[in-house]
């Protein structure tokens, strides 16, 4: 009977997936928090620094800092050179600046470094249509949708 029950009990989440959590419900200042102590841990592989310096890019994105958020998607590059996320969050900036040319250069180089990042596909059709290049747009958004389809679905982090 008790472990009926036992399938009901919430366990502990990680300090990670708190700090994920907080992001995904628009939680910015709590992720900053909770991503803070992460990256404050001697111990990170240079890749878990890198994911944690990225996400906390974003929050700080979401928060209206954008320089702040540059700071920590070149720091993430600097402890991994060919983070293909960083490289395509540097890209967004780089678009709600104006600078498609160079917003296109940085999907590029994410696209080189994770040829299977969705995101970076996707973000790089849109910058090739505002530059007007529109067939390359087009292949980009496809391919996008095609690793989008076969990548496994998230579970829904709402309750």
Same mark, same amino acid.
């Given at each position: ?19 994920? !959590? ?8 709590? *992720? ?5 102590? &992460?990256?404050?841990?001697? !111990? ?9 310096? @990225?996400?906390? =890019?974003? $929050?700080? #994105?979401? &928060? =209206?800092?954008?320089? $702040? ?6 720091? $993430?590059? *600097?402890? #991994? ?7 395509? @969050?540097?890209? @967004? ?6 600078? #498609? ?8 180089? *994410?696209? *080189? ?5 969705? #995101?970076?596909?996707? @973000? ?11 067939? !390359? =747009? ?5 391919? $996008?949708?095609? &690793? ?12």
């Amino acid at each position: 009977m008790f472990r009926f029950f036992g399938k009901f009990a919430s366990r502990e989440r990680s300090p990670r997936e708190l700090a994920l !959590e907080a992001i995904a419900r628009g939680r910015y200042g709590e *992720a900053l928090e909770r991503l803070d102590a &992460l990256l404050a841990q001697p !111990e990170l592989r240079p890749a878990e620094r890198a994911f944690y310096l @990225n996400k906390r =890019g974003v $929050a700080r #994105v979401a &928060l =209206g800092e954008p320089e $702040a958020a540059r700071a920590d998607f070149e720091s $993430a590059l *600097a402890c #991994v050179a060919r983070y293909a996320p960083a490289m395509a @969050n540097l890209g @967004n900036l780089l678009m709600e600046a104006g600078d #498609v040319q160079a917003a296109i250069g940085r999907y590029e180089a *994410a696209v *080189a470094a994770d040829d299977d990042y969705a #995101v970076a596909h996707f @973000n790089l059709g849109i910058a090739y249509k505002r530059a007007g290049r529109l067939d !390359e =747009g087009v292949r980009a958004m496809r391919k $996008a949708q095609r &690793l989008e389809g076969r990548m496994p679905k998230k579970p829904s982090t709402r309750p």
